[in-house]
């Protein structure tokens, strides 16, 4: 009975020393103290708790680095837009001299009209295939060359459109205007015809959403036409109804300089922290619509320019400094913002630090102790190693015999 008492113990201190042994091994190898939950299990619970607030904190490191591009490409545009705008006032004050002569005029007026083409290209940056200014519908370009009619791709003189043809329920059709700067956006409802659609632009018209004189006709092609009366106003028209199918700009109705904004006023936010979100985008229709209206303001001294007198040149003037002006406040929360972002940065850069220092001192093994106590380790498992082929071979082998 000793014997066999003998031979459990030399196996169960073998079992115990190899274990030993391999933990021992495992900690020099992994660095690790902590390899699995019963190693630790106080420690293996902090540090699962740990590691769920370092993928909080790596995915608020990924957003702030995407958002700080973009606003920072957005800022880029606008101060370009800035210097745009100062030169303007530069040359409406030269044009508004007495001295200024009919070509010189006609030449800051030329110069004037490449300055807005190159404000609105400025407006329609994307970055990474989303437009940054205009609001959530970040898919397009938020400003386009008004026109003074549109019209349906439905209907013809053989089979024309009437007022009393039902819409699509849940169709949208808007119609943003280049002098308003708005947007009026008509969801038909069941029971919605073509004459529902004519009242509600007969009602933006009366609100002042649409300029004076906009209607929405069925002209004598028998199509739907929404048109302006002025040469100096334009519209941009987009439908999805299969009723009227797209709507198309009519050739030869574009109105020079106009741009009508075809964006919305949204602004979409994402998070940088537990308890902190900023805005990613700054709608167009604050930045050059009627927010500001730069667009009605450049366009205004270029009218003047070309034939107007110093006094209204001076005016118009006036107005691109007020412009101006406005566009900087626009432009102060989106450097605020930018400033944000990099202490947010910075901040999240130190949170990963101290994590990762909190977790090592969790589960981390001390490189020195490890070494040691594997080589402890090697030296009990030979030595019961040793003890078990001197003990096993006199003892069970005789036994059995």
């Known amino acids: 009975m000793r014997v066999t008492n003998m031979v459990s113990d030399v196996q169960y201190a073998m079992q115990q020393s190899q274990q030993n042994l ?4 495992q900690q020099v190898s ?52 800035v210097t745009s705008l100062n030169t303007a006032v530069t040359l409406g004050t030269e044009g508004a001299t007495g001295t200024a002569s009919t070509a010189n005029r006609a030449a800051i007026a030329t110069e004037l009209e490449g300055l807005l083409t190159s404000i609105v290209g400025e407006a329609n940056t994307s970055f990474q295939g989303a437009y940054l200014f205009g609001g959530t519908a970040s898919s397009t370009a938020p400003f ?22 039902a819409l699509t329920a849940g169709s949208v059709t808007t119609i943003s205007d280049a002098t308003t700067g708005e947007t009026m956006t008509f969801t038909a409802a069941a029971g919605d015809t073509i004459a529902t659609l004519q009242s509600a632009v007969a009602s933006a018209v009366s609100a002042g959403t649409l300029s ?21 106003d334009g519209v941009a028209v987009s439908s999805n109804d299969a009723a009227l199918g797209s709507m198309t700009a009519v050739s030869g109705t574009e109105v ?27 709608p167009g229709s604050n930045l050059l619509g009627s927010g500001t209206n730069v667009i009605g303001a450049l366009n205004s001294l270029i009218t003047a320019l070309k034939s107007g007198t110093s006094t209204e040149i001076g005016t118009a003037t006036t107005a691109i ?11 102060s929360p989106l450097d605020s913002t930018i400033s944000q972002l990099d202490s947010q940065e910075s901040y999240l850069s130190q949170e990963t630090l101290t994590l990762s220092t909190a977790q090592t001192a969790l589960v981390g093994a ?23 082929a001197k003990v096993m071979p006199n003892t069970l082998f005789d036994y059995m015999k």
Do not use: C, F, H, W
Not at 53 to 75: C, E, G, H, P, R
Not at 144 to 165: D, H, K, N
């Open 22 to 25: 391999a933990t021992a091994l």
């Open 321 to 331: 400094t007020t412009a101006l002006n406005a566009v900087n406040q626009e432009r």
């Open 30 to 81: 992994t660095g690790l103290r902590v390899n699995q939950l019963s190693d630790d299990p106080g420690a293996s619970a902090n540090m699962v708790t740990s590691l769920a607030s370092s993928a909080n904190v790596d995915q608020y490191t990924k957003n702030v680095s995407s958002v700080l591009s973009q606003m920072q490409t957005a800022d880029s545009s606008i101060s370009s837009i």
């Open 144 to 165: 386009v060359a008004a026109s003074t009619t549109y019209t349906s791709a439905q209907g013809s003189a053989a089979s024309p459109l009437t007022a009393a043809i």
């Open 366 to 388: 001390n490189l020195a102790d490890a070494a040691t106590n594997l080589s402890a380790a090697e030296t009990t498992n030979n030595a019961v190693l040793a003890a078990a």
């Open 212 to 232: 004076s004189g906009t209607t929405a006709t069925i002209d004598s092609n028998g199509q739907l036409s929404i048109a302006t009366n002025s040469t100096t």
């Open 256 to 282: 020079a300089n106009a741009y009508a904004y075809v964006g919305n006023n949204s602004v979409n936010k994402v998070q940088v922290g537990d308890s902190l979100s900023v805005a990613t985008n700054l």
